[in-house]
Nanobody, 124 residues
Framework: QVQLVESGGGLVQAGGSLRLSCAVSGRTYRGYTMGWFRQAPGKVREFVAAMTWSSDRSYYGDSVKGRFAISTDNAKKRVYLQMNSLKPEDTAVYYC?????????????????WGQGTQATVSS
């Protein structure tokens, strides 16, 4: 079992930055993939970023490439999402998730564990 708790959301103006954090508890392995997804009202859950727990591979959704960065701190068992140059269309609930399959996936259906989400709102 893996438990995830997100934090760091809030309200920011367009062009600003937020840093989301995900606290991970339970057993984790180097082959696990840590992911961030987001969901805006009335929209499907969207892949944002993913990184293997060993931090040797990272992937990003097209809409956030060059603006967002995912990182992991194995010692603290935390996953971060640094969000820069934020736009109003980045407004969503952001979820941390774990894929235990050993492969890196960008589809939500492959992720086994999810946090409760944290709201990020970008004003224009």
């Amino acid at each position: 079992q893996v438990q995830l708790v997100e934090s760091g959301g809030g309200l920011v103006q367009a062009g600003g930055s937020l840093r989301l954090s995900c606290a991970v508890s339970g057993r984790t392995y180097r082959g696990y993939t840590m992911g961030w997804f987001r969901q805006a009202p009335g929209k499907v859950r969207e892949f944002v970023a993913a990184m293997t727990w060993s931090s040797d591979r990272s992937y990003y959704g097209d809409s956030v490439k060059g603006r967002f960065a995912i990182s992991t701190d194995n010692a603290k068992k935390r996953v971060y999402l640094q969000m820069n140059s934020l736009k109003p269309e980045d407004t969503a609930v952001y979820y941390c998730a774990v894929d235990t399959s050993g492969d890196v996936h960008t589809l939500a259906q492959y992720y086994d564990y999810w946090g409760q989400g944290t709201q990020a709102t970008v004003s224009s």
